[in-house]
Every structure is written in C-alpha cells, then in structure tokens.
C-alpha cells in the first residue's frame, strides 16, 4: 500500500517506469530493451518501497503508560545530545537525533499523545542529514508538543536527496502517539528533543523503529 502523503511523487515516478517498459517494446537491439526494461523494473520497485505504508501497530507498554516517547520515524540514532536550553522547552535538554537512509520506512509518526501548541515550517539549506548542522540550518519542520508529562519539540528535517517535508499537523491539534503525521521524502532526519530531567533510554548508533522503540521517558508535571 502506498502512503497518501507521497501519491504525488510516486504516481509521478511509477508513470516513468511504465513509461520505460512501453519503450522497451518498440523495435530497438535486444541490449537496449534489457536495458529499459531494468530500469522500468528499477524506478517501479524503488517507488513501491520508498512510498510503502506499513502498519505499525503501537507498543503496548505506550498505550498504558503516557510518560513514554515513542520513535516518530525508522532509522538509526546518530546523536544524544545534551542542550543548554531548548528555546522550545524553556530549560535544558536532550537531542535525539536519527537519521533515515532511503531504505527506511519515512511515514513518520506521532511520539507521544497531547496538544501541538507549535506547529510552523522553517526553510533553509540541504546539508546532509547526518551532518549535526542540519538541525539548525536545514530546511524543516517544527513541532512543540504538550504531553500530560510536560513539553517535548521533534522536527522533521531535509536532508541533500531529502527535499520535501509533507505533514498534516497544525497548532491546536490533539494528536495519539503512534498515529501518522507526515513523511520526508528521499533520505532524511528526525530530531525529538526532550527535558533533560527524562530517561532517554537510546543510544547513538541504535536501530529504531517508529511506534515500536522508546526513545525516552518523561518525568514531568503527569509523575
């Protein structure tokens, strides 16, 4: 199945395939038909991945316990890092930041259940995704959210292939965690950044995987 949120791309992109198979059946060498047909075959197999929208049935242990931050995006921590003060938070911090290959699965999904009292898109440069610059220089979107637990922040961010951000949420929103939000198209990064009172219970170098790992837990005003 294919997400809603990458119809545009990937009706655009299946066309060219089919496009390529059709030209493979026109009079050409046999080395240029196998040639077309691969790469028909090649942008066909990429979109169904890239554009793919698996369930992801939300940890149980969330559904129970609203302390917890949940993974918002697949992909591998690349950095927790300490912050002096989030301007978002109002006190000091911790950043984790991880990072989606084009392989991943890029639905991305709500971290923890409350109110989006921020909700605003900020341009900016197309660093690579992994470089720890792009959480301040990229172009990307940004989240505040109010957890019965306290205030948490998460910001999907473009990367060098990455050049779209798609995302349905707006201030005011009353969101469930594990629920789909957005995507980010073509390789990318996802920062959620916590109090620097919570447990964060991820490492640098760590597979995550969306509404499945905990990225932390909250020990705020809900304790």
Not at 76 to 90: K, T
Request: with cysteine; charged share 15%.
């Amino acid at each position: 199945m294919l997400t809603p949120y990458g119809h545009d791309n990937a009706f655009l992109m299946l066309g060219i395939g089919a496009c390529l198979l059709l030209l493979a059946l026109t009079p050409m060498g046999v080395v240029l038909q196998v040639i077309f047909i691969a790469l028909g075959l090649l942008v066909i197999g990429f979109t169904m991945w890239f554009f793919r929208d698996a369930e992801r049935p939300l940890l149980s242990e969330a559904m129970s316990d609203p302390s917890l931050i949940m993974a918002p995006a697949d992909g591998q921590v690349v950095n927790v890092d300490a912050v002096a003060h989030s301007p978002e938070l109002g006190c000091p911090a911790v950043q984790i930041s991880i990072f989606l290959s084009p392989v991943n699965l890029h639905v991305n999904r709500y971290p923890a259940s409350g109110t989006i009292v921020d909700a605003r898109y900020i341009p900016g440069a197309y660093l690579m995704a992994f470089n720890p610059k792009s959480s301040t220089e990229n172009e990307r979107s940004l989240f505040v959210l109010e957890t019965p637990f306290g205030r948490i922040s998460y910001q999907q961010i473009t990367g060098f292939l990455a050049r779209r951000i798609v995302y349905d949420t707006k201030s005011g929103d009353s969101v469930t965690v594990g629920k789909r939000f957005g995507m980010m198209k073509f390789g990318s990064r996802m920062d959620v950044v916590v109090p620097a009172t919570a447990d964060v219970l991820v490492r640098p170098g760590q597979k995550v995987v969306s509404a499945h790992t905990i990225l932390a837990r909250l020990k705020g005003k809900g304790a």
